[in-house]
Each structure stands twice: as C-alpha cells, then as structure tokens.
C-alpha cells in the first residue's frame, strides 16, 4: 500500500497515533489496580522511555531509541482506555477474562550501520495490532506485600512496516504471555511485574529480518531463504514506584533467547541472545475530580 500526497500525513499521524497508543500500553503494564484503589475517571499527561535493544531479533548490533508522546487514560463504565489495556469494553470483561487490543512496535534500523546488514535495505519502523484474550490464571494476597495475579495473555497480531510514505503488511505473529505481576513489593504503590513470552511468526516477517536476494550477496554474505516458525522467547522483569503523588518511574531489563529458530543460518542471524533495558517517566498533568473504584 502505497501513500501519495496527502496519504503521506495520515500515515505519519497514524504512526504517531501508534506510539500514543503504545505509550498507553506501557502505562498500563506498570499498573495493578487494587480493588479498593480510587482512580478519576479519566487522565492525561506526558509519557518518556529511553531504551537500548537489538536493531532486529538476532541481531549481533543494539541502538538506544527514545519516546516522548501524551497519553490519556478513560475508566468508563462501558468502554476504557489505557485502564489495564488500550481499549476494551466491559460486556467483555469478566472476573477471569479480558477481550481487548494487543499492540507492539519497534523502531527503525539503519543498515549502513548493521555490519550483517551493509548494502541492504533499511529495515522500517514496525508496528504490530491484533486482538488479546487475557486469562486471569490465579490471585494472591499478601500479608505484607500487597496482591499479585497470575495471567495467561493470548496475543495475535496483524505485522506491518513504514518508512512514512508507504505501510507494506509483513505477516502475522503469535504470542502467548504468561505474567507475574504484584502491587506493594516493596511498598503500598510498588509494582513488580515478571513476564515469559514466546513469539512464532510466518514468513513474511521473517524474510524481513532474515532472506537475503540474490541482488544482497556479497563475499561476506551468501544468499539465504528465510523459513516461516519460531522467532524467540523473551524473559523479562520491571518495576515501578511513585516519585511523587503525580509521577510515576518504571524500568525494565529483558533476555532474549533465540535458539531454535528456522534461521539461525542466516547471514543476518547473529546473535542467540539478546538484550534489553530501559528506564521510563509517566507525569499525570490533568484528572477528572470524580473517582471511580478500582476494577
């Protein structure tokens, strides 16, 4: 799909749309609403991460990225926003399942500065969209340390890339998330979370990352046909704690763990392990004066 003209903004904005959302995504994650918790009806502010992580899954390079965007949070009675999941509406939210909208993203990578990737295309911003069935496997409560839940999200996902001026559709992924999260590990408004994920994707994702054409080869180089399969497993932990009554630090570290995938003979593949972390703001500027409980 190609934009022309006018069809440049939209994608740019929907793009920027993208990250608001995935901003939204974050927050949520960083969050375990307690039942008794008085949150306003709705909220918006200024969100800001930067981050270091593998220019692409397997890559032997990482690039340190950062994002600022607003967010803005709505706990209405049939429909919410960014209240534990980007949006989701209630007639579908019951004690041990959520329907809702799983989202992902990565930045860009610029191959003249890939050593594996010299002379190739750059790889796109990607951004990833697809529904999520959420399991709440199990409750925990605490004597001195809060309440935690145990979660089974079942996440599939609709790929596709952009340079700006055009979106090319990249195939499909899978991605089951089994999470840990608990609320006053270390104090009434900390917040651990621990997650597993494994991620399986078609082919067409994976020639992105992987394939090299004939027109790639070179003497360092040899072609390869990427198959479609396992992608990788991600291990990762985060923490969140209240800097003040309005803002909110979160940070995070992850392995990823590529062994077994079909392409581990790619050229391009050049890394079975991988890793990640980051450190992130979430400053609450304007609420709603009327609270509702938590959910």
């Not at 969100?47 to 990225?65: D, K, R």
């Not at 007639?91 to 990737?117: H, P, T, V």
Request: hydrophobic share 40%; net charge negative; aromatic share 12%.
């Amino acid at each position: 799909m190609v934009a022309k003209n006018g069809q440049f903004y939209c994608v740019k904005y929907l793009v920027l749309l993208l990250f608001v959302l995935a901003s939204i995504q974050v927050i949520a994650q960083q969050e375990v609403a307690l039942e008794d918790d008085m949150q306003p009806v709705w909220e918006a502010g200024v969100f800001a991460a930067v981050f270091s992580s593998p220019e692409y899954p397997g890559a032997g390079q990482i690039q340190s990225n950062v994002i600022p965007a607003p967010y803005f949070i709505y706990r209405g009675e049939t429909i919410r926003i960014g209240d534990g999941s980007i949006a989701r509406a209630v007639a579908i939210d019951k004690s041990w399942y959520e329907l809702d909208l799983s989202l992902a993203g990565s930045f860009n990578a610029n191959s003249e500065g890939n050593e594996a990737r010299v002379g190739m295309p750059d790889l796109d911003f990607i951004f990833e969209l697809g529904p999520q069935l959420k399991l709440r496997l199990s409750k925990f409560e605490f004597e001195q340390h809060g309440k935690a839940e145990l979660l089974l999200n079942l996440q599939a996902r609709a790929v596709f890339s952009t340079d700006f001026s055009s979106i090319h559709k990249r195939g499909y992924v899978f991605q089951p998330v089994l999470s840990y999260r608990q609320r006053g590990w270390l104090s009434e408004k900390t917040t651990l979370s621990v997650s597993l994920s494994p991620t399986w994707a078609t082919e067409k994702l994976h020639d992105y990352f992987y394939q090299v054409d004939s027109d790639f080869v070179t003497e360092q180089r040899s072609a390869y046909d990427a198959d479609s399969g396992y992608l990788g497993t991600d291990l990762s932990v985060g923490l969140s704690f209240n800097a003040t009554k309005d803002i909110r630090i979160f940070t995070f570290a992850s392995a990823s763990l590529h062994s077994g995938s079909p392409n581990v003979d790619s050229p391009l593949f050049r890394d079975k392990s991988t890793y990640s972390y980051g450190l992130g703001m979430v400053w609450r500027l304007l609420e709603s004066e009327k609270k509702v409980s938590g959910r």
